[in-house]
């Protein structure tokens, strides 16, 4: 049996969470593909081992030298080889690396199979009760340098907006949506997705405040949701 694929760029999503959360398609183009492109090897090793599949050759792409990477990349790719972008979790591209590659291949018209996969806002907004008809996503609002502008804007939106955030900056961020939205605006906190101690957080923005005010040291990640302005 021929087990190689056509030589393209694949983009593979992973799990974001829990392992089983990964297509057969996803696992078979991992195990056939020449090349897999991940953000560090060994966190990719470490993934790939416990999915039991084993890398003809892993090549890792940091954000710093993605640029230089992606033409190296393509370059495989036109000397008739396969590659799958993988990033840490989810969706590669998604508040994660990997649009250098695509638009080098694009430039140099070479195919792009996108594998449908995990990603961590579209987990959460489907179940965090908020209208999701009408969406804008902000993947990680800035630390401090235009974060004031950046949140006045996702508070100002007539339509649902999605954003990630760490466990460090969580408490400040409900801090400031109070002070510069309406405090029955609805939220909701979605963290540990796919994990064990998975939850979601709903409620008003006064609500959720109070509810995670004596929650010093939240564990995992979170995907904020937040209401439209009415
Ligand atoms: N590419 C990923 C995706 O498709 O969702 C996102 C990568 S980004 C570097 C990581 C952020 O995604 C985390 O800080 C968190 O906001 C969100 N995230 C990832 N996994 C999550 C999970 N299991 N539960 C909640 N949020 C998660």
């Known amino acids: 049996m021929d087990n190689s694929i056509a030589p393209a760029l694949y983009i593979v999503p992973t799990p974001i969470g829990n392992l089983e959360d990964i297509t057969f398609r996803a696992v078979r183009v991992l195990k056939q593909c020449d090349i897999i492109a991940c953000e560090d090897s060994r966190t990719a090793s470490k993934l790939l081992k416990l999915l039991e599949i084993e890398p003809k050759l892993l090549i890792s792409y940091f954000e710093h030298n993605e640029r230089a990477r992606a033409g190296e990349l393509v ?3 036109q000397s008739g080889k396969s590659v799958a972008l993988i990033s840490e979790a989810g969706t590669p591209i998604i508040s994660d690396p990997g649009w250098a ?5 694009i430039a140099r018209n070479i195919q792009i199979v996108s594998l449908p996969g995990a990603s961590a806002f579209l987990t959460a907004i489907v179940a965090s009760g908020i209208a999701a008809d009408k969406f804008a996503f902000f993947g990680f ?7 004031k502008t950046f949140l006045q804007k996702v508070v100002d939106l007539d339509m649902t907006s999605v954003m990630y955030e760490s466990p460090y900056r969580i408490h400040k961020l409900l801090d400031e949506l109070h002070d510069i939205a309406t405090a029955d ?3 909701c906190l979605a963290r540990e997705l796919t994990k064990i101690y998975e939850e979601f957080i709903r409620g008003s923005i006064a609500e959720v405040k109070e509810i995670i005010k004596n929650k010093s040291n939240f564990k995992g990640e979170f995907v904020v949701i937040l209401e439209g302005k009415k």
């Open 101 to 105: 590659v695509v638009r080098e291949a």
């Open 75 to 77: 370059d495989k790719i």
């Open 185 to 187: 605006r609805q939220i």
């Open 141 to 147: 609002p800035p630390h401090k340098k235009g974060r």
